[in-house]
Every structure is written in structure tokens, then in C-alpha cells.
């Protein structure tokens, strides 16, 4: 069955190598750039899990969790100062493969 994600960032290159790493596994991706936005897809859509930058546009991702209560996982994803450091360490380290277990899961 595919898994629903949704992927609350405002950084488009990060969403789009983030998009590009789960091609080839059985996903539904949506995007939202903004609480704003995030809350109007969640209002006409189920998801499994949501992956969030900590901060976009409208406040703070973790407001979100009023929102899906129980019905999907948040994971709270942050760039730590550093983006390009860490988003090479993210796409190197193999994210997905090493997160594929945790979407079996739910």
C-alpha cells in the first residue's frame, strides 16, 4: 500500500532532492510551504507521515500536531545553520534506504 507523505518546507531545493531520493519506492508526496498551506492539505487529505523544517513561513512546524492529532507521525527536520553541509550529509548517508524501515512501520 503506498505511504502518504507530506513534506512542509519553503526551501524548494531541498524538497526537490528530497523528492528525487524517494522515486523508485511506493510514496504519495504532497508539498506545503507554509503552516498556512500545510493545514488547508491536511484538512482534505490523510497522511501517514509528515516531514517538516522546524520553521517556515506562518510559525513553527510543531503547531501542525493540532491539526493531524494521532492520525499521522510529525518528524521535525531542521538545517542546523549549515544547510549545505548538511543537506550533503543527509543525501550521502543514504537517507531514505536508512528510513525505509521506519515507513514499514507505519
Not at 45 to 59: C, Q, S, T, Y
Amino acid at each position: 500500500m503506498c505511504k502518504k507523505i507530506l513534506i512542509v518546507d519553503d526551501d524548494l531545493t531541498f524538497v526537490n532532492r528530497l523528492i528525487n531520493n524517494f522515486l523508485g519506492y511506493d510514496f504519495s508526496i504532497s508539498i506545503a510551504s507554509s503552516i498556512s498551506q500545510a493545514k488547508s492539505v491536511l484538512e482534505r487529505e490523510e497522511f501517514d507521515i509528515i516531514l517538516a523544517n522546524r520553521k517556515v513561513p506562518g510559525g513553527e512546524a510543531i503547531l501542525l500536531k493540532e491539526d493531524i492529532k494521532n492520525r499521522a507521525k510529525l518528524l521535525l527536520m531542521s538545517s542546523l545553520n549549515d544547510t549545505t553541509k548538511n543537506n550533503r550529509y543527509i543525501f550521502k548517508h543514504d537517507f531514505i534506504n536508512n528510513f525505509k524501515g521506519y515507513f514499514q512501520s507505519v
